[in-house]
Structure formats: C-alpha cells, structure tokens
T-cell receptor, first 118, second 110 residues
Framework: DARVTQTPRHKVTEMGQEVTMRCQPILGHNTVFWYRQTMMQGLELLAYFRNRAPLDDSGMPKDRFSAEMPDATLATLKIQPSEPRDSAVYFC????????????????FGPGTRLTVL | SQELEQSPQSLIVQEGKNLTINCTSSKTLYGLYWYKQKYGEGLIFLMMLQKGGEEKSHEKITAKLDEKKQQSSLHITASQPSHAGIYLCGADAGGFKTIFGAGTRLFVKA
C-alpha cells in the first residue's frame, strides 16, 4: 500500500527555533509538492520539485523557509527561525506529473505535520 | 492569476439527503480535480475532469464540468456519515501546479 509519509505528525516549538519537516514520497513519483493549510488562507503551495530539481518556490517566504530533496526518497522543509504565524498544517504530496497530450497531475497527499509555534 | 471559488462554505445535511457543491473558476479550466479531506488528515483524490460537459462518478459522488469549462459541480446522492469532510476543488495552473479552492465543509447528521 504505497503512501506518502511525513514526520513528525505534530510539532510544538518556541518562536525562534528551527523546525525541520520530512517527507517520503511514493516510490517512482517524480514530482513532490509542499503545501501549507490554515483556516484563513486555505491550502497554499509553498514549493515543488520535479526529478528532485526545484521548479517553483515562489510561495515560500525566502528569508526563513527552505525546501530540498537530498535524494529521491526524501524531501525536507525547514523553517529557521520559526514564528507564531508559521503555525499551520504542512502537507507533502507526490505525483507522476504525467504529460500525455493533456497534463494530468493527480497528487497523493501525506497525513501532514501540524506545527504550533508558541 | 486564476482563482477558484467554492460554494457553499459549509453544509449540514440529514443522512440520506442529496447535496451539491459548486466550484467556479475565474478562468477557463483545463483540468479540474476534486479532493476530499477527512478532518485532521490529508487530501484524497476523487476524480478529475478535463472536457467540457464531462461527467464522472465515484460511488455515490458525481462531478460535472460545464460546457464553458469555468464551473464544476459535485453531487452526492443519499449522503452518509462517511461523506463528511472537506471537499476541495483544484485546477491545473500550469507547470504541474494545482491551485485549490477554500473548500466546502460537509457535516452529515445521522
């Protein structure tokens, strides 16, 4: 049963601390997305990768957020330093990003990391 | 930039009743996705529509994309408590990106 895994599931930290969230995409998927979900803003795309290369990180606050894919089985999202406004649920999703005539981009979501910054 | 508006924002229905959720795009839709999110969990893909007039079904859930490709509706027949959750529509936004609507929260009363 292939699925996207994320760790940790919950994280409570104090303002100013570094937070690292990890994601293992489904084996064989070549596109990985990071989203943030809040009640106020809904689901926002932060960054995404294709074949481990960053394609777009325009949704991410550059001064404190960074996203990487050190290898095909691991994607990381780091916040340094964290702030209370970063409190949200962070989702990782992966997909095949198939292009066969029309783009078809079904995404498989992980369970999310619920981050609380005090 | 493209925006998706979902209505209603929330919905409470009695078990067994039918319901419809709408998703309206500010631009032509080239790929429209419906996802369901159970409370506290990730999103689960339901179905995707591409062609104007297209209709797809998944168990008791049917989605349609209108001819002009700027609106989609999701219809649930004979709702059950298992249908409760947040329904989000998403649209292809180019370059493998998907933008999402704000979601519709569905509550089903037993």
């Amino acid at each position: 049963d292939a699925r996207v895994t994320q760790t940790p599931r919950h994280k409570v930290t104090e303002m100013g601390q570094e937070v690292t969230m990890r994601c293992q995409p489904i084996l064989g998927h070549n596109t990985v997305f990071w989203y943030r979900q809040t009640m106020m803003q809904g689901l926002e795309l932060l960054a995404y990768f294709r074949n481990r290369a960053p394609l777009d990180d325009s949704g991410m606050p550059k001064d404190r957020f960074s996203a990487e894919m050190p290898d095909a089985t691991l994607a990381t999202l780091k916040i340094q330093p964290s702030e209370p406004r970063d409190s949200a649920v962070y989702f990782c999703a992966s997909g095949l990003g198939r292009v066969a005539g029309d783009t078809y981009n079904e995404q498989f979501f992980g369970p999310g990391t619920r981050l609380t910054v005090l | 930039s493209q925006e998706l508006e979902q209505s209603p924002q929330s919905l409470i229905v009695q078990e067994g009743k039918n319901l419809t959720i709408n998703c309206t795009s500010s631009k032509t839709l080239y790929g429209l996705y419906w996802y369901k999110q159970k409370y506290g969990e990730g999103l689960i893909f339901l179905m995707m529509l591409q062609k104007g007039g297209e209709e797809k079904s998944h168990e008791k859930i049917t989605a349609k994309l209108d001819e002009k490709k700027q609106q989609s509706s999701l219809h649930i027949t004979a709702s059950q408590p298992s249908h409760a959750g947040i329904y989000l529509c998403g649209a292809d936004a180019g370059g493998f990106k998907t933008i999402f609507g704000a979601g519709t929260r569905l509550f089903v009363k037993a």
